[in-house]
């Protein structure tokens, strides 16, 4: 699967690789390409999930604030919850297609 932002691929990993988490897809560290992604100062706290990392989207100019999103360190009810360690996995807003 692919995130895409126009034609740039973000990220690519197959299918069984990615988790789903409430209608996300997480991609795992190593299939994003980072070169896109900036750290956002964006605080958020997820109650089960655990603290969030935002990201903004800098792609050919075009700057996306907190479009991506990771939990570096979920909490261990988190990973229990979803039935794998998602750490550092990477999920997309809406303007990046997740596709086959």
């Not at 895409?4 to 897809?25: C, H, K, M, Q, Y």
Request: glycine fraction near 6%; aromatic fraction near 16%; charge should be negative.
């Amino acid at each position: 699967m692919k995130a895409v932002f126009e034609d740039t691929v973000i990220a690519e990993a197959p299918r069984e690789d990615l988790i789903s988490i409430e209608g996300n897809w997480y991609f795992p560290p190593s299939s994003v390409n980072t070169a896109y992604l900036t750290e956002s100062p964006t605080p958020y706290t997820c109650p089960w999930k655990g603290e969030c990392q935002y990201f903004t989207l800098q792609i050919d100019g075009t700057e996306l604030p907190d479009r991506a999103w990771s939990y570096p360190h979920p909490y261990a009810s988190g990973i229990e919850r979803v039935g794998k360690d998602f750490s550092g996995y990477v999920a997309f807003w809406k303007e990046i297609r997740v596709i086959d």
